[in-house]
């Protein structure tokens, strides 16, 4: 799987949108874009996912540039308990190695 | 509905000592992982299973660690001889079994090894 660079900390006031940068410059074609994160004591948990297009869901929108080489995961209005480590994995879907591989993550800190 | 549990949330053993960790999948979930994660550090993937048998088992950092999955629903990752260095947050997730979908994760089981 394609390596992630992502910033290891961001701050963000209550109410504003999150924006939550990631560098995969090496993504191949068949990688698709995967965002989790983790709330302190907590199991990861999913957020979204996408290919080339942009996709929004309940939770969160998901930005890909057209060359594909970043993202940005956005989180509209951003609360308090959005504070969390956020994790951008890039994964080949459906080749047998189903592990998702973690870095090190962004950990937002929401200010209220 | 229930999510992934797992049991012990925490466990305290003895360098030296064997350890089972136990993980009940979601209920019709056909993929289940294990990870394993350090203080600071993102979770470690280290074996996958699709049913009963370890589709990718890559992820094990050597052969005191194996994982069983006997009847395709609950599994159990066993340590022996544990070393302070398996200290870690041990983490479960399971799927619906195509790589599509998301991984639920359980909250995990703490091992500290004295």
């Known amino acids: 799987d394609a390596k992630t660079t992502q910033p290891t900390s961001m701050d963000c006031a209550e109410g504003r949108a999150a924006n939550l940068p990631c560098n995969h410059s090496?993504?191949?074609?068949?990688?698709?874009v995967y965002w989790y994160r983790q709330i302190h004591s907590q199991g990861p948990q999913y957020i979204i996912h996408?290919?080339?297009n942009n996709e929004t869901n309940e939770m969160a929108s998901l930005i890909i540039t057209e060359d594909r080489k970043s993202s940005t995961l956005i989180l509209p209005h951003a609360t308090l308990r959005d504070t969390a480590v956020y994790y951008c994995i890039v994964r080949v879907v459906g080749g047998g190695a189903d592990g998702l591989t973690f870095g090190k993550g962004t950990h937002l800190i929401i200010q209220p | 509905g229930a999510g992934v549990s797992q049991t012990p949330s925490n466990k305290v053993t003895e360098k030296g000592k064997y350890v089972e960790l136990r993980c009940d999948p979601i209920?019709?979930?056909?993929?289940l992982y294990w990870y394993r994660q350090s203080l600071g550090q993102g979770p470690e993937f280290l074996i996958y299973?699709?049913?009963?048998?370890?589709?990718?088992d890559s992820g094990l950092p050597n052969d005191r660690f194996f994982a069983v999955r006997p009847e395709g629903s609950v599994s159990t990752l066993k340590i022996q001889r544990t070393e302070r260095g398996d200290s870690a947050v041990y983490l479960c997730?399971?799927?619906?079994?195509?790589?599509?979908?998301?991984?639920?994760f359980g909250p995990g089981t703490r091992l500290t090894v004295l």
């Open positions: 997730a399971s799927s619906l079994g195509d790589s599509y979908n998301e991984q639920f």
């Open positions: 090496t993504i191949s074609g068949n990688e698709y």
């Open positions: 299973f699709q049913g009963t048998g370890a589709a990718d």
């Open positions: 209920s019709g979930h056909t993929a």
């Open positions: 996408g290919l080339k």
